[in-house]
């Protein structure tokens, strides 16, 4: 009799393996198992990447479905929990609708980019779009009961450029499927974040992000903000592919969370809209980008044999918001060489199963719960709530890829720690500079 073990994850069904055969043992006779058949572990192996896939679809949809459920239909602040610390609530509440948003949506957005087709995870995509699209409708729209604040207090700043990233990874499915007064509400909320002042750290990026989709879709933007985002981050730069959080260096993951994903996307969308001083930012281009390749090699070796990594330093219920550069390099197909995609898409599925299936990561109605593995409510600083947490969907951007891409096919291959700890020979990294 031969056994076909399933798992069903989120409503979707896959193998776990194939090619064992077992039988059962009458009394009198010695168990047994026979030799795997090769053909069938090689199909099995072959079939990890569409595996893999289909749980990466059904974990992000399985975050998002609250959040946009909701929003949709104008019931974010009357349905979303608010978690945070205690006596926090009254001034997170002021903020957390819009951080959920714009966190979902940055990590979403290269995925629902691919757009529709006929294919089952195509019509998915449709009805995510949507969702989305009447979201962001809902959350710009100054009549709406969700109506979000973009310019009060500080925290606004940083999620208008979560926001703003999301538009600038989807522009044809999240801005121009959008009606044209909504389009207007968009760009009045992220101007109106110019209000808040950001800080001298990873914060002058949240600026010069919002500048970025105001160039992408009116045309121009102030300079200033995206020129010293540049210009500090540079000179804060402290070697071996990681800069400081201003000027002094922090153990912690947000050169990952925010510094170098949002470094590549100012100076992308800078070079693509010949703005301001376009030589400039060509040679810098290749030297930040270098440096990110850099970074997201150290954090694959980070990942254990058994999809943990060290949590250091702050914000760590973000949870695998941690590897949004891993995923970002992956999906720009800029890994370095002796890092493989499938040892990337092993490691950061291992990694994602092993943190959102922990029991107590989703409450009773499916909204993510502060922790790092399942709920533990002091993980979250001050400035952590309920909204904060769906930074996690930042490891998701290699959904952007296509199924038939290389990342998504052939079996899974063993990521750098994995390999050490079996004793293979390994070829590791020198320091950058």
């Known amino acids: 009799m031969t056994v076909l073990l399933l798992a069903v994850t989120f409503g979707m069904t896959f193998p776990l393996m194939a090619g064992s055969e077992v039988r059962a043992t009458p009394v009198g006779e010695h168990a047994f198992k026979r030799a795997p058949d ?3 572990a090689a199909s099995a192996a072959a079939d990890d990447g569409t595996r893999e896939r289909q749980y990466f679809v059904s974990a992000l949809t399985r975050i998002a479905d609250p959040l946009l459920e909701a929003l949709s239909r104008n019931r974010l602040k009357a349905l979303m929990p608010v978690e945070c610390q205690e006596g926090r609530d009254k001034d997170r509440r002021q903020v957390t609708y819009l951080e959920a948003m714009g966190r979902l949506l940055s990590g979403m957005a290269p995925w629902l980019e691919l757009g529709p087709d006929k294919t089952a995870e195509g019509q998915l995509r449709e009805k995510y779009i949507g969702l989305a699209l009447k979201s962001i409708h809902n959350a710009t729209d100054p009549r709406s009961p969700d109506f979000m604040n973009f310019n009060k207090y500080g925290q606004p700043l940083v999620d208008a450029a979560f926001f703003a990233e999301a538009l600038l990874r989807a522009p044809h ?6 009606d044209p007064a909504t389009k207007k509400n968009v760009i009045a909320a992220l101007k109106s974040s110019r209000a808040i002042t950001p800080g001298d750290n990873n914060w002058l990026f949240f600026s010069a992000m919002v500048e970025m989709a105001i160039l992408k879709f009116e045309g121009d933007c102030e300079m200033k903000p995206v020129n010293r985002a540049i210009d500090m981050h540079m000179k804060w730069y402290k ?3 990681t800069y400081g959080d201003g000027a002094v260096f922090h153990w912690d993951y947000y050169n990952s969370f925010v510094i170098q994903p949002m470094f590549l996307e100012v100076l992308q969308t800078m070079i693509d809209k010949g703005q301001g001083d376009t030589s400039r930012y060509r040679q810098l281009y290749p030297v930040v980008l270098k440096r990110a390749r850099r970074y997201a090699a150290i954090e694959e070796s980070m990942i254990s044999p058994e999809g943990t990594y060290p949590p250091i330093g702050r914000s760590l219920a973000y ?6 550069l891993l995923s970002k390099i992956a999906r720009m197909h800029k890994l370095p060489a002796e890092i493989s995609p499938r040892q990337v898409r092993a490691a950061l599925y291992t990694v994602v199963k092993r943190q959102l299936e922990a029991p ?9 719960r502060i922790g790092i593995v399942g ?3 002091s993980v979250g600083e001050g400035y952590i709530s309920t909204g904060s947490l769906y930074l996690c969907s930042e490891a ?4 952007g890829l296509k199924p038939d891409d290389a990342f998504w096919t052939g079996g899974d291959e063993d990521w750098t720690a994995k390999k050490v700890w079996k004793g293979e020979d390994v070829h590791l990294e020198h320091a950058l500079d």
């Not at 499915?173 to 959008?178: E, P, T």
């Not at 107590?360 to 993510?368: A, E, M």
């Not at 998701?396 to 959904?399: E, G, P, W, Y």
């Open 173 to 178: 499915q999240l801005w121009d499927r959008l």
């Open 375 to 377: 709920h533990q409510p």
């Open 239 to 241: 070697g071996d592919g």
């Open 396 to 399: 998701f951007l290699v959904l």
């Open 360 to 368: 107590g990561t989703f409450d009773g109605k499916g909204w993510l």
């Open 319 to 324: 949870r695998f918001g941690a590897f949004h």
């Open 38 to 40: 090769p053909g069938k």
